[in-house]
T-cell receptor
């Protein structure tokens, strides 16, 4: 039944060591999103893919990159994690970008930076 | 961007109805009103959305004021599983140039259910 799957659920990385978080979906949705949620804060959009078209939010740091090799998978790469990047990273999908379509979220990956 | 205002927290007794308010006095005619909730240690979950008319689904009802400057999410019979942070979000119905592809979360209302 799982629709948006994120692996791993918990990830520990060292300061400055690149890390990749993965997301897969079984919904065949066109749009995939990555949100960052820091402790006690609301989720904040980092970027999204509309099919193969990558759309970065203006205030997303360059340290964050993303790849979408096919419809089902999307990856979040953090090139040089800092302590401030410790957060829950949420992947979401949507059939289309229009506001009438709901977004489906995965359970998140909690990233710890040591 | 039109903003929403919600109480930081609310409490309700189990098996009673819950009314979660949201103010959006600067809402534009092209904004949908969306509600999502986030249970502890989980990703957000879609609850309901509407434009002008009241809406019902299996999870909740959405009552929208006639002037659209406020709305209320109604959980008809709260259970312990409904304890979550509830977010009221406006999304423009126009194209992605107006940001309708994103969910801009506010601080939300933390709902506590008392057994």
């Amino acid at each position: 039944d799982a629709m948006v799957i994120q692996n791993p659920r918990y990830q520990v990385t060292q300061f400055g060591k690149p890390v990749t978080l993965s997301c897969s979906q079984t919904l065949n949705h066109n749009v995939m999103y990555w949100y960052q949620q820091k402790s006690s804060q609301a989720p904040k959009l980092l970027f999204h893919y509309y099919d193969k078209d990558f759309n970065n939010e203006a205030d997303t740091p360059d340290n964050f990159q993303s790849r979408r090799p096919n419809t089902s998978f999307c990856f979040l790469d953090i090139r040089s994690p800092g302590l401030g990047d410790a957060a829950m990273y949420l992947c979401a999908t949507s059939r289309d970008r229009a506001s009438s379509y709901e977004q489906y979220f995965g359970p998140g990956t909690r990233l710890t930076v040591t | 961007d039109a903003k929403t205002t919600q109480p930081n927290s609310m409490e309700s007794n189990e098996e009673e109805p819950v009314h979660l308010p949201c103010n959006h006095s600067t809402i534009s005619g092209t904004d949908y009103i969306h509600w999502y909730r986030q249970l502890p240690s989980q990703g957000p979950e879609y609850v309901i959305h509407g434009l002008t008319s009241n809406v019902n689904n299996r999870m909740a009802s959405l009552a929208i004021a006639e002037d659209r400057k406020s709305s209320t999410l109604i959980l008809h019979r709260a259970t312990l599983r409904d304890a979550a942070v509830y977010y009221c979000i406006l999304r423009d119905v126009r194209g992605e140039n107006f940001g309708n592809e994103k969910l801009t979360f506010g601080t939300g209302t933390r709902l506590t259910i008392i057994p």
